[in-house]
């Protein structure tokens, strides 16, 4: 017995930030038969466990904790006519645009115009990090603490460890202060902060020190966590007593359904390959959100998602169809990664303005973009890992490059 085949105009894996705006938007923009598909019981995405502050001023010109942001994202798409599926999971991902789906009915399949992922990202897990010592319960990640702390009510432990300090790693303090759990420290490999130096008094204020330069990190504890050993700069060892580790950030994207497909995946990225038009390997299916690179906000993530339903109604209307393409990579061992990662060579509209660029280690020089040996464009730059880069794509296509464009920093320091 083969499983019924429903249809639908525009068919969206994940009902996060970047699926929600990009749904409200393709439905503004006059797309009738939008279709979320979302596998939590609830839509919303990672903010729905974020019980703090800010979100949503470039957005809705005021600030939400959250639960609160995730709520107005569902609203406005509600509001603008999306069929929004929750616990519903797609299970394969086929050539031309078709879902294979499983509900709580059943399984069946899914046939649509285009197929948008959205599927945002995950953080490491310890054995990703290779962090060593014994398997104790208490260690989680920022998601699981939240998911605990404002969905469940639950306090999974009282002094802590935060490992990392990323961005998240600060909403992880945030989430442990709203649950009365006191953090005894923040480790870190590195020299300094990940984050800009502009939050680094942040977690004194909030008492919670941060111990740089840690080695060979090690958790200790047979039932439940009773401690962590490093080796500080100096090569001691260092001991911290705690009852839970939190380990944070080292976003991946949710490739999962990727990995399983047709769909050529970046593996610098972790996420699918696409041109400027956020189009895969399979012009049918596009992306947009976290999935495309690791690691953004959610304000980010929303004008990424508003500015692809722009291309995505273009091209229902008018199909780029195949067209020469060029790959966009980078060989420098300083650069981690760049998107897009090919260029198709047409002159439709909406494109991408900018590449997106992170790096590997802290840089200096000048950002240059190589084709057949020769240089088509180039910029300096000082930036750090875990940075925002920007850098237009307008005078790399103007060159029309019929070679693979590299991009080096010449001169790094």
């Not at 800009?196 to 990190?217: C, E, H, S, W, Y």
């Not at 580790?245 to 399983?260: K, S």
């Not at 464009?405 to 790094?412: A, N, Q, S, W, Y």
Request: with cysteine; aromatic share 6%; proline share 7%.
């Amino acid at each position: 017995m083969h499983n019924p085949v429903l249809n639908c105009n525009i068919a969206i894996v994940g009902g996060g930030t970047a699926g929600l705006a990009l749904a409200t938007q393709l439905r503004r923009q006059g797309v009738d038969d939008v279709v979320i598909l979302e596998r939590e019981t609830e839509a919303g995405g990672v903010p729905r466990h974020c019980g703090h502050f800010p979100f949503g001023l470039r957005e809705f010109k005021r600030i939400y904790k959250g639960p609160d942001y995730a709520r107005e994202n569902l609203r406005r798409a509600i509001k603008a006519g999306v069929d929004v599926r929750t616990s519903t999971t797609v299970i394969a991902l086929h050539p031309g645009a078709r879902l294979s789906l499983s509900t709580a009915q059943g399984s069946h399949d899914l046939q649509a115009q285009r197929v948008v992922l959205c599927t945002g990202v995950r953080e490491s897990s310890r054995a990703q990090r290779f962090i060593g010592g014994q398997r104790p319960t208490g260690v989680i990640s920022t998601g699981a603490l939240q998911s605990m702390v404002y969905l469940h009510h639950r306090r999974p432990f009282k002094r802590p460890v935060i490992l990392g300090t990323e961005l998240v790693s600060f909403s992880a303090i945030m989430t442990c202060r709203h649950m009365g759990m006191k953090p005894v420290a923040m480790i870190e490999q590195n020299s300094r902060i990940t984050v800009r130096q502009i939050m680094r008094p942040f977690p004194a204020i909030k008492g919670v020190p941060i111990k740089f330069n840690v080695q060979d990190l090690r958790i200790i504890g047979d039932k439940t966590v009773q401690a962590i050993q490093y080796t500080d700069i100096n090569g001691d060892a260092q001991t911290i007593e705690t009852d839970g580790v939190i380990v944070t950030g080292g976003f991946r994207p949710e490739a999962a359904l990727l990995h399983a497909s047709h769909i050529e995946v970046d593996p610098d990225t972790g996420g699918p390959v696409v041109d400027q038009y956020n189009r895969t390997s399979d012009s049918s299916y596009f992306c947009t959100g976290n999935l495309l690179r690791p690691v953004e906000t959610s304000s980010w993530c929303w004008h990424e998602a508003v500015e692809t339903a722009s291309r995505i109604a273009a091209d229902l209307k008018s199909p780029i169809g195949a067209c020469e393409t060029v790959c966009l990579q980078s060989d420098d061992p300083a650069i981690r990664f760049v998107m897009p990662q090919r260029l198709a060579m047409t002159d439709a509209p909406f494109a991408m303005k900018t590449m997106q660029i992170r790096l590997n280690t802290p840089a200096i020089g000048h950002l240059t973009a190589i084709s057949a040996g020769k240089p088509i464009w180039g910029d300096f730059i000082q930036s750090r890992p875990e940075r925002r880069i920007l850098a237009p794509l307008s005078p790399v296509l103007k060159a029309r490059p019929t070679s693979p464009v590299l991009l080096k920093i010449i001169g790094h320091i």
